[in-house]
């Protein structure tokens, strides 16, 4: 039996080799994706070159310290290939994302991707979005009443992320409610009607976003479901 990590680290060593010489590249951010960036980094030593947008300030610091390039998206027109992480994938290939708060980049960087490829361990593999709280980026400006509408617009419960005891605040000095929906059968549904609450900036549902969703599994194995 293989444990988490060591499925995130195989993970990251097969997500590698999806990356060719000279690639334009969106890197996600988490704890699957650190292993991915790590493996780079080693590749880069011997002699893979390719460029990368961040998703987040966490995943630059790593290109940084690992010596990997990397440019702003205002530079770029489209990336060849975004890869990352999720916290819940459902049947279809929609994702819940934003686990580690970077969800907003993330999907700006991977909607202007060509290939976006998930890596996930099998426990996050669900039938239907939900039971992992989808997190909500709200401005911090008037946050109480995005709260209030999603809990009676939904009958959920919303909490507003915590770190270290501190309000939660994204790279973009956003707040995260976290939301229990427990379950979510049209993602692409709520997430239109999330949009179009005042207040609310990006939600965590990539619907009709990934390509392949690579799985790693207790055993060692590894499966690619293309979508
Ligand atoms: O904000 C974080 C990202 O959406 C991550 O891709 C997601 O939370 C999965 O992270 P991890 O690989 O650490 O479980």
């Keep these: 039996m293989f444990t988490q990590d060591e499925i995130k680290q195989q993970l990251g060593i097969y997500a590698a080799d999806f990356i060719k010489n000279d690639m334009l590249i969106g890197l996600g951010t988490g704890t699957t994706v650190y292993y991915l960036l790590k493996e780079l980094g080693k590749r880069k030593q011997q002699g893979l070159n390719f460029t990368a947008v961040c ?13 990997m390039n990397f440019i702003s998206l205002d530079y770029v027109d489209r990336l060849q290939l975004a890869i990352d992480g999720a916290d819940e994938v459902d049947e279809n290939g929609s994702l819940i994302k934003g686990g580690g708060g970077a969800l907003l980049q993330e999907k700006i960087v991977e909607a202007a991707a060509d290939e976006l490829i998930i890596i996930v361990d099998e426990k996050k593999n669900v039938k239907t979005l939900g039971a992992f709280p989808l997190p909500v980026e709200v401005i911090t400006f008037g946050w109480k009443q995005v709260k209030q509408k999603i809990e009676s617009a939904y009958n959920i419960k919303t909490r507003l992320r915590e770190k270290d005891g501190k309000v939660y605040l994204t790279d973009h000095q956003h707040y995260i409610l976290d939301c229990f929906f427990n ?22 549902l990539f619907v009709d976003m990934a390509n392949k969703i690579i799985t790693g599994h207790s055993d060692g194995s590894i499966t690619v479901r293309d979508i």
């Design 183 to 204: 379950t979510i059968p049209d993602p692409g549904q709520l997430n239109n009607d999330l949009h179009l609450m005042p207040g609310v900036v990006e939600t965590g």
């Design 55 to 67: 998703t987040s300030l966490q995943t630059q610091n790593i290109l940084k310290e690992e010596g």
